[in-house]
């Protein structure tokens, strides 16, 4: 029954389809590593299995051949009793004649039964053959089936990293697209005008803040003319503008 099982495994995982069961998996990879772990144990089993099927068929065709030279032998013995009965009686001799005689009998028989023995273990022997050649051949296909899986997992790793590499690229390129207000490039170079706005902002307040120091200046030279003026009046004299002669 255990090796029924085992032969039954062979069966179904050469026949399964490895596309449709990645299909229906929710993570290939981990199906991919699940049924290389299954395909290597299953070959493993079916190895021992069909190398005890082996055993059993050489034991099975040792055993034929052993029949097969025995019927000869006996034949050959059955042969030689004849001819010398044959001699004695010949000769006269009939009590030894006849003993040589029921020898030939009984090696008769006996190749009469490693005849049927040769014939009996002749269909066994040819079924077994059948099966341990397709056993060999399922095995081959396991084998098969593991490289392809290997060879699946490999190129589905693969992908997976060219996906990844290709998704990296593409937001780093999309990070300094100089066009896209929301990327990198795009908030520093809002940065930095809102520092040069800022720059300029401070520019014209320092600025503002000069000319009112004029103006202040102007106002004190008003207020100094005025001054020497109200001076001049106090002394009697007559104040000079700055229009006069």
């Given at each position: 029954?255990a090796?029924?099982?085992?032969?039954?495994?062979?069966?179904?995982?050469v026949?399964?389809?490895?596309?449709?069961?990645?299909?229906?998996?929710?993570?290939?990879?981990?199906?991919?590593?699940?049924?290389?772990?299954?395909?290597?144990?299953?070959?493993?089993?079916?190895?021992?299995?069909?190398?005890?099927?082996?055993?059993?068929?050489?034991?099975?065709?040792r055993?034929?051949?052993?029949?097969?030279?025995?019927?000869?032998?006996?034949?050959?013995?059955?042969?030689?009793?004849?001819?010398?009965?044959?001699?004695?009686?010949?000769?006269?001799?009939?009590?030894?004649?006849?003993?040589?005689?029921?020898?030939?009998?009984?090696?008769?028989?006996?190749?009469?039964?490693?005849?049927?023995?040769?014939?009996?273990?002749?269909?066994?022997?040819?079924?077994q053959?059948?099966?341990?050649?397709?056993?060999?051949?399922?095995?081959?296909?396991?084998?098969?089936?593991?490289?392809?899986?290997?060879?699946?997992?490999?190129?589905?790793?693969?992908?997976?990293?060219?996906?990844?590499?290709?998704?990296?690229?593409?937001?780093?390129?999309?990070?300094?697209?100089?066009?896209?207000?929301?990327?990198?490039?795009?908030?520093?170079?809002?940065?930095?005008?809102?520092?040069?706005?800022?720059?300029?902002?401070?520019?014209?307040?320092?600025?503002?803040?000069?000319?009112?120091?004029?103006?202040?200046?102007?106002?004190?030279?008003?207020?100094?003319?005025?001054?020497?003026?109200?001076?001049?009046?106090?002394?009697?004299?007559?104040?000079?503008?700055?229009?006069?002669?």
């Amino acid at each position: 029954m255990a090796k029924q099982s085992i032969f039954g495994r062979i069966s179904t995982l050469v026949k399964a389809n490895i596309n449709a069961l990645l299909d229906q998996a929710e993570d290939p990879e981990k199906m991919l590593d699940q049924l290389v772990r299954d395909y290597t144990n299953n070959i493993a089993d079916a190895e021992a299995a069909i190398a005890e099927t082996i055993g059993n068929l050489r034991l099975l065709e040792r055993d034929h051949a052993e029949d097969k030279q025995a019927a000869v032998e006996w034949g050959n013995k059955a042969l030689a009793a004849s001819r010398k009965a044959d001699e004695l009686r010949t000769s006269g001799d009939t009590v030894d004649a006849d003993k040589f005689d029921a020898l030939a009998k009984v090696a008769l028989q006996r190749q009469i039964t490693a005849e049927n023995e040769v014939k009996a273990t002749a269909p066994q022997l040819e079924s077994q053959s059948e099966v341990v050649e397709k056993l060999k051949a399922g095995l081959n296909g396991m084998k098969v089936k593991l490289e392809q899986l290997r060879g699946k997992r490999a190129e589905l790793l693969a992908r997976q990293k060219t996906a990844e590499a290709q998704t990296k690229v593409h937001d780093a390129v999309k990070s300094i697209d100089v066009l896209d207000p929301t990327s990198d490039l795009g908030r520093f170079e809002e940065k930095v005008r809102r520092v040069e706005a800022q720059a300029t902002g401070r520019a014209e307040l320092a600025a503002s803040s000069l000319d009112a120091q004029f103006e202040s200046l102007d106002d004190l030279g008003e207020l100094t003319e005025v001054e020497a003026r109200l001076a001049q009046l106090k002394s009697g004299g007559t104040p000079q503008g700055q229009l006069g002669s």
